[in-house]
Nanobody, 123 residues
Framework: QVQLVESGGGSVQAGGSLRLSCAAS????????MAWFRQAPGKEREGIAA???????GYAESVKGRFTIAKDNAKNTLYLEMNNLKPEDTAMYYC?????????????????WGQGTQVTVSS
């Protein structure tokens, strides 16, 4: 059974930093992509960063240059380093995993999802 468990969310002031973690277990694929999505109240879920087993990464324009995705294969853990946070980054952040390469930022490419961790940025 695949499990994705996020942690690291919290409340910070604008300009601050947070690091999210996603611990994966039971994941059967060796050629896969993993990603971070976020969803703010009243808005659609947005793919913001992704990586695959070739090391390819992709970022949404809204976070490019501020967020960094990384994966520790030995620990089966995905990370999202978030710097220079803005109030508009406030959302529930979700980890996702799916079969196939390409590091896509679209939700339908991912079969497995975590429960989410809340990030709140105050001005």
């Amino acid at each position: 059974q695949v499990q994705l468990v996020e942690s690291g969310g919290g409340s910070v002031q604008a300009g601050g930093s947070l690091r999210l973690s996603c611990a994966a277990s039971g994941y059967p694929y060796s050629r896969d992509s993993m990603a971070w999505f976020r969803q703010a109240p009243g808005k659609e879920r947005e793919g913001i960063a992704a990586t695959d087993t070739t090391g390819r990464t992709g970022y949404a324009e809204s976070v490019k240059g501020r967020f960094t995705i990384a994966k520790d294969n030995a620990k089966n853990t995905l990370y999202l380093e978030m710097n220079n946070l803005k109030p508009e980054d406030t959302a529930m952040y979700y980890c996702a995993a799916g079969y196939g390469l390409g590091a896509p930022l679209v939700a339908y490419r991912y079969s497995y999802w975590g429960q989410g961790t809340q990030v709140t940025v105050s001005s």
